[in-house]
């Protein structure tokens, strides 16, 4: 008892240790003087990260997911124990009531530009925030979206929580299953690739700055929408007719499921031109491996068989 007792004792003062530590988050430098206790995240991927950290025992909750029905069996286990604070994004009295000491939030991703919650209004509760590195690019100019945003978040929480080594051997396992599973890719002809979110009248789809372009190139294609400076937006049909996408990927979450969106598209005749609908080429991702987090090398795999044709 007196050994486990030391050795509790000895790892505790080694983790106080590595504190203080400070990250970038999008365009601020925040400093931790201690692991958070109370944390919160918003939304189905970046709850995912905290889980797969082993985090949840940090953790008094985490908002926006079911109000966007992106919540599958998988996940439905990790979070079992934890509750839903709010369905959509959470207001700043949400997170202070549940006596918040850190928010893992993104920009359209729990927080809006000039919106309530924000790390500016949640420091006057003393609640502290890490921002999505992807959607950093709603408030400033960033690099185009690719694997290192998600590979930062995922190192960047170890430092705040003293998880590091964890963080690590998850990114470093991760970088070497998408070698293995991108080793024999030929990109010499990436394929044409359009990303279908949601949208009828008009499309909702991927720009340069959204986790699916670095997806589709990882697994050798290329977003034909890789030129529009956004990351998630709403264009026109005009551009896809265009560009003639060989192969359509359909982000499933909400009401409309994936099958619906793929009818639309091929019972549409404004669209039988489209190589990838007169060949059937759809790839499905899930909500939660289109946006950033530990299931992105699984959506790689998945879109390498399909670019493949199987």
């Given at each position: 008892m007196i050994r486990l007792s030391l050795l509790a004792l000895l790892c505790s003062a080694s983790a106080a240790a590595a504190f203080p530590v400070t990250v970038k988050s999008c365009d601020r430098e925040v400093t931790f003087d201690a692991a958070p206790a109370r944390a919160i995240s918003n939304d189905v991927n970046l709850t995912?990260?905290?889980?797969?950290?082993?985090?949840?025992?940090?953790?008094?909750?985490?908002?926006?997911?079911?109000?966007?029905?992106?919540?599958d069996e998988e996940m439905r286990d990790g979070v079992a124990e934890l509750p839903e604070l709010s369905s959509k994004y959470p207001t700043k009295e949400i997170l202070a009531g549940a006596e918040a000491d850190f928010f893992f939030a993104g920009w359209n991703y729990g927080m809006k530009v000039?919106?309530?919650?924000?790390?500016?209004?949640?420091?006057?509760?003393?609640?502290?925030?890490?921002?999505?590195?992807?959607?950093?690019?709603h408030i400033g100019p960033k690099s185009k979206s690719s694997m290192d945003d998600m590979y930062a978040d995922i190192l960047n929480l170890g430092r705040i929580f003293g998880v590091e080594d964890r963080a690590e051997g998850l990114v470093a396992g991760w970088q070497a299953r998408l070698a293995e599973v991108t080793a024999g890719v030929d990109r010499a002809?990436?394929?044409?690739?359009?990303?279908?979110?949601?949208?009828?009248?008009?499309?909702?789809?991927?720009?340069?700055?959204?986790?699916?372009?670095?997806?589709?190139?990882?697994?050798?294609?290329?977003?034909?929408?890789?030129?529009?400076?956004?990351?998630?937006?709403?264009?026109?049909?005009?551009?896809?007719?265009?560009?003639?996408?060989?192969?359509v990927v359909?982000?499933?979450?909400?009401?409309?499921?994936?099958?619906?969106?793929?009818?639309?598209m091929k019972?549409?005749?404004?669209?039988?031109?489209?190589?990838?609908v007169k060949n059937d080429r759809f790839v499905?991702?899930?909500?939660?491996?289109?946006?950033?987090?530990?299931?992105?090398?699984?959506?790689?795999?998945?879109?390498?068989?399909?670019?493949?044709?199987?």
């Open positions: 995912e990260m905290m889980l797969v950290l082993g985090l949840r025992d940090r953790m008094v909750g985490y908002t926006g997911i079911s109000g966007w029905k992106t919540l000039g919106g309530e919650v924000t790390p500016e209004t949640l420091a006057a509760f003393d609640i502290k925030t890490y921002e999505l590195t992807e959607s950093c690019i002809n990436p394929l044409r690739v359009f990303v279908y979110d949601s949208g009828e009248e008009a499309p909702f789809t991927a720009g340069a700055y959204a986790m699916p372009t670095a997806l589709i190139e990882a697994a050798g294609g290329t977003n034909i929408m890789a030129d529009l400076e956004k990351s998630w937006a709403e264009i026109s049909w005009e551009p896809v007719v265009e560009r003639n996408p060989q192969v359909i982000v499933n979450y909400g009401d409309v499921t994936a099958e619906q969106k793929i009818a639309f019972g549409n005749p404004a669209f039988a031109g489209i190589d990838a499905v991702l899930e909500y939660v491996e289109a946006t950033p987090g530990p299931r992105n090398i699984k959506a790689v795999e998945k879109l390498v068989a399909g670019f493949k044709g199987n």
